[in-house]
């Protein structure tokens, strides 16, 4: 199967199961803090600042992230946002969950997100050096990146129903914290020079 023959490349792999772990409990996380949000305001409308706040960072900060990531490096940009990640997401626990921070974290997530969407993308590249293997590595990554949408939203209700918001917010941080082990393990930093 080609996507064994694939996930055999060692970087490939550790770049994929750090995809594979930040994309499904990121869209964990934002399913999880929309829940939240109507539970605590029962109000459409806060719930509908809350998307806005996830989206506008795409219009504004997406356009020039890419730049930087050529800059400073695909592996330390995927790294540190993982970590950054993992900080603001433990930061719930000094809020109490109050609205204004679950505003702050789903905005702070967000940009930190835009950073690491083309680091990951780049990388791809980086890490598959036989052309033939390219087409299998990137429809991997589409796949895992739409799996992880339907995956995160779904799993988001159980895991606040079984876990309750703050063991929820503490699992998604250590998610992000194994992401951030595996991508510690690629080889190189990724810069373009």
Known sequence: ????????????????????????????????????????THSN????????LQIIPNVFVGVF?????????????????????????LAVFLSS???????????????I?????????????QYVKEKK????ANSLFSLTFFGSVIVGNVLAGPFLLIFGPNWTFFIVAMAFLLAAVFTYQLPGNGAIH
Do not use: C
Request: net charge positive; hydrophobic share 60%; charged share 10%.
């Open 1 to 40: 199967m080609a996507f064994l023959q694939v996930l055999k490349i060692k970087s490939f792999r550790n770049l994929w199961l750090s995809q594979l772990f930040s994309q499904v409990f990121l869209n964990l996380l934002f399913f999880s803090l929309i829940i939240r949000v109507y539970e605590i």
């Open 45 to 52: 409308s806060a719930v509908s600042l809350m998307v806005f």
């Open 65 to 89: 992230a890419g730049v930087f990531v050529d800059r400073w490096g695909r592996k330390p940009v995927m790294f540190f946002s993982h970590f950054l990640r993992v900080l603001v997401v």
């Open 97 to 111: 969950e109050t609205i204004g921070w679950l505003y702050a974290l789903v905005f702070l997530t967000s940009i």
């Open 113 to 125: 997100t835009q950073f690491f969407f083309p680091a990951e993308a780049g990388a791809i590249y």
């Open 133 to 136: 293997l390219l087409l299998t």
